[in-house]
């Protein structure tokens, strides 16, 4: 919020900004500078301006004041606002098009669960019935899923959850706390218990990670994709959604295969250099001590880790089948749906500063 803002305008916009401090602050939720929140008053949009980190929403000026009547004719024009307000998030469409005065966008690690599933709209219908929401397949930010919230509205104008196919999750209300209790009842929904993996092998890790630049996460839960089978052949079938590929380049799919455990006597480190992390074959995961925070912060919870928590929640739902042929038929159903979209999708942007920064949201 820009600090010459009348005390009006700060009281007003007070309720957003605690409820995206505490969104924010929920790795299962936003991860690093994914995510953003919005509210329309008196004409302006008040939007998380790009790069900033919503958990930082109460120390850190993160919204950005646009003229929602000009917004909107660059929305009848085609033009996507983030061109002519390059600090606007690159939802700015998707928020301005909402008629609801607060909307929020997270990558919900448990609806993505959901959301990379082939089966998805038939989960979601059982999992959402009562609620006012809508399945958008997977289109690209911007433009491409503001006309996705637009046909949406069209087909269900009172619609106020929308669930984005390898993406995530959009909630708009008339308040921040109206927002902030919807969220909590779609997660209660969609909730699942991430199937446990086998623990990380430490003392292999500290071997070979000694005099090295590779050390161990503080997030355990990452090295279930050394650990995990399950896992391991998910992650072989591609990315799942956008925020996979913040390491995009031509070797993205091959950061997410195990490397078999290096001989601490061998000179293998010269072999990875420039790698953000490791997978390191039924021992765990190492990280690159040059990992830039937002890395780690997406990296530590479930964006490259969510491979193993979305695989794990697919799974959980494949194993319930059993192995009956109708069984075999859900399983196929279940298979996780890869994401559809292209690496010049715009999600490792430039704007951080840092060729690998999360997407700016
Ligand atoms: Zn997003």
Redesign the pocket.
């Given at each position: 919020m820009r600090k010459h803002a009348p005390a009006s305008i700060r009281a007003e916009l007070q309720p957003l900004l605690e409820m995206t401090e505490r969104v924010g602050s929920d790795p299962l939720l936003t991860q690093a500078s994914?995510?953003?929140s919005s509210a329309k008053l008196d004409g302006i949009l008040w939007i998380k301006a790009s790069g900033k980190w919503m958990t930082d929403a109460l120390r850190d000026d993160i919204l950005t004041p646009l003229d929602l009547t000009e917004i909107q004719e660059c929305l009848r024009r085609g033009v996507d606002p983030p061109e002519r307000h390059p600090t606007a998030s690159l939802?700015t469409a998707m928020h301005a098009t909402l008629p609801h005065r607060v909307v929020l966008?997270v990558?919900c690690v448990n609806s993505i669960a959901w959301a990379v599933r082939r089966d998805a709209p038939m989960q979601l219908q059982r999992r959402l019935e009562g609620l006012s929401w809508q399945w958008i397949p997977y289109t690209e930010?911007g433009l491409p899923l503001c006309r996705g919230i637009e046909r949406a509205l069209s087909a269900l104008p009172d619609a106020n959850v929308f669930v984005?196919g390898n993406?995530?999750l959009v909630i708009a209300e008339e308040t921040a706390k109206g927002v902030e209790d919807l969220l909590s009842e779609v997660k209660r929904r969609l909730s699942i218990a991430p199937r446990k993996a086998h623990p990380a092998d430490y003392a292999a890790l500290i071997e070979i990670s000694q005099d090295s630049p590779w050390d161990l996460p503080d997030d355990d839960g990452l090295h279930a994709l050394g650990t995990d089978p399950v896992s391991q052949e998910l992650l072989r079938g591609g990315l799942l959604y956008?925020c996979q590929a913040i390491f995009s380049d031509s070797a993205t799919l091959e950061l997410f295969r195990p490397i078999p455990c290096p001989d601490p006597a061998d000179c293998w480190q010269h072999q990875y250099a420039g790698r953000p992390f490791l997978i390191v074959d039924g021992r765990g995961v190492l990280v690159n001590r040059s990992m830039a925070p937002a890395e780690l912060a997406t990296t530590s919870c479930p964006i490259v880790s969510s491979s193993s928590a979305v695989a794990g929640q697919v799974i959980a739902q494949w194993s319930r089948c059993g192995g009956s042929s109708s069984a075999v038929a859900a399983r196929r159903r279940s298979t996780p749906r890869p994401w559809a979209g292209s690496r010049a999708h715009r999600c490792p942007p430039a704007r951080s500063g840092h060729s690998r920064a999360p997407?700016n949201?």
């Open positions: 994914t995510g953003n939802e966008h990558h930010s984005l993406h995530g956008p997407p949201s």
